[in-house]
């Protein structure tokens, strides 16, 4: 059984956080979204064709599939209070799946690693699996403790129970977390490095650290606009949007047919990346397709920077 926390978000590190300048949209997207406003309604449209439906199976062939491994090849150990390490390999790999995530929702898959930051990380996994706990703050009275795993674990995604990029999935999943802490972070715009630190059983990816300057995205949604192949589709759908407040926000989904599907909104804590609010969507709706499907979101009455806006996408699940 898998565990996991999220990071919380340092005070300080709020404050510090000036980036405000857009850039370009990762100009290896298979998308081809494109966002337009008339300064109350954003609306991202997305083409589909043959062509772009390839490219965004192909991506996830070789970059989710494909950054896949059979072993973590950690080589520490809890008895020796060793960190150990793991294979540049596996750190590239657990990389790659951080960035298809992050191009799936149309950011920047730029995201690289910072070797300071694994080497801290790779010390709070042993502490996780060392004490089979979970803790942001672990104390010094606990096994393995070091300060740099320390450090780590107040600045990172932390999860027990699995590890390498099957962690990014539980991430991004996030099933009962509430605040979906795990999936904002990695999923926060300007996040440009993160450090990876694994045992056997265990995950720590340091989050919480380098940010760059925010890209020109006028929010960010899991699943976003464009293609997703179906097996990534959970039950909890988000949005997230800068310094929004979604006190009385709304959202309906339906299909091209004009069916709706009910939803479940929940305006989740802030501190966590951007503010969000997810909704509960049942995966059961995509299993067992034969066709791609077509959802039409739209998410009303969102306030930021104290004028009402509404935000209109659609996700084309993609069938197997």
């Known amino acids: 059984m898998k565990n996991f926390l999220h990071a ?36 991202v449209t997305f083409t589909p064709d043959p062509i772009a439906r390839k490219a965004a199976l ?4 070789v970059n989710y599939l494909g950054s896949s491994v059979s072993s973590i090849g950690w080589t520490g150990s809890v008895e020796n209070a060793n960190p150990g390490t793991t294979p540049d390999s596996l750190k590239q790999r657990v990389l790659q799946r951080v960035n298809y995530f992050r191009r799936l929702c149309g950011l920047p898959a730029t995201v690289v690693l910072n070797s300071e930051y694994s080497t801290e990380a790779q ?3 042993l502490m996780m699996t060392a004490n089979n706990a979970l803790d942001h703050t672990p104390p010094k009275t606990w096994k393995c ?13 932390l999860a027990l129970g699995v590890s390498g990029p099957d962690a990014i999935d539980a991430y991004i999943q996030d099933e009962a977390v509430v605040e979906l802490g795990h999936r904002r972070w990695i999923l926060f715009p300007p996040l440009v490095q993160v450090g990876t630190g694994d045992t056997d059983n265990s995950n720590a990816l340091y989050v919480i650290g380098a940010f760059g300057t925010r890209p020109s995205v006028n929010f960010t949604a899991y699943p976003g ?20 407040d979604f006190s009385n926000a709304t959202v309906e989904i339906s299909d091209i047919s004009g069916n709706d599907y009910p939803v479940k909104s929940t305006v989740l804590p802030n501190g966590y990346g951007d503010n969000s609010l997810s909704w509960s969507f049942t995966a059961n709706t995509v299993t067992g397709l034969t066709t791609d499907l077509q959802l039409n979101v739209s998410v ?11 935000y209109k996408y659609s996700v084309y699940i993609v069938a197997p």
């Open 123 to 125: 010390q709070a996994a």
């Open 8 to 43: 919380a978000w340092p005070v300080m590190a709020f404050y510090c956080l000036t980036g405000t300048m857009g850039c370009k949209k990762d100009l290896n997207s298979p998308s081809s979204n494109q966002a337009t406003s008339n300064g109350t309604t954003s609306v």
């Open 58 to 61: 192909t991506d996830y062939q």
């Open 225 to 244: 606009s464009g293609y997703i192949p179906a097996p990534l589709v959970y039950d909890t759908w988000s949005i997230s949007i800068t310094a929004a």
């Open 300 to 310: 009303s009455g969102v306030k930021v920077s104290g004028q009402v806006k509404n």
């Open 145 to 157: 403790f070091t300060p740099g795993g320390q450090l780590a674990a107040a600045n990172s995604n």
